[in-house]
């Protein structure tokens, strides 16, 4: 997610709208010109887009990340056999029949994940879908 460098912020104490540096406003170091005041509101708001942004592509990610260590091609893929990935079992499913995998390849050979997954049951870590997978992953 790119923002304009400098933003364009409306202090939340006394409303008055001016240009701040990116970097400096992101760290809470932007003192409003007007009356001084740190402005809290528009770094928060723009760290929460960030990690709802960051949320929303790591499906994807995975996905990715899952053909390049398995070595599989990941334009094989048709846009709807992408959208139809949602758990953990989809991906391997996908994959598994993509490579021609005799087995199931093991979700916790992926970088991603693996730190957060080795501690999984793995029968419940199947059905999880990729959404949730990517919030318990973020938050450890
Ligand atoms: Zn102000």
């Not at 528009?42 to 070595?71: C, R, S, Y």
Request: glycine share 2%; proline share 3%; net charge negative.
């Amino acid at each position: 997610m790119q923002y304009m460098d400098p933003f364009t912020a409306e202090c939340e104490h006394c409303g008055y709208t001016d240009k701040y540096d990116l970097e400096e406003l992101q760290k809470y170091q932007s003192h409003c010109k007007k009356c001084n005041l740190i402005l809290k509101q528009t770094a928060d708001q723009m760290h929460k887009n960030m990690k709802a942004h960051d949320l929303e592509l790591w499906p994807t990610h995975l996905i990715f990340e899952a053909f390049d260590v398995w070595g599989g091609d990941i334009d094989s893929v048709t846009d709807s056999e992408f959208d139809a990935v949602e758990t953990v079992f989809d991906l391997l499913t996908l994959v598994q029949s993509k490579l021609n995998m005799a087995g199931y390849p093991q979700i916790s050979e992926l970088p991603m994940v693996k730190d957060y997954v080795v501690s999984c049951n793995q029968e419940s870590l199947l059905k999880m879908k990729l959404t949730e997978l990517a919030l318990a992953v973020m938050d450890d």
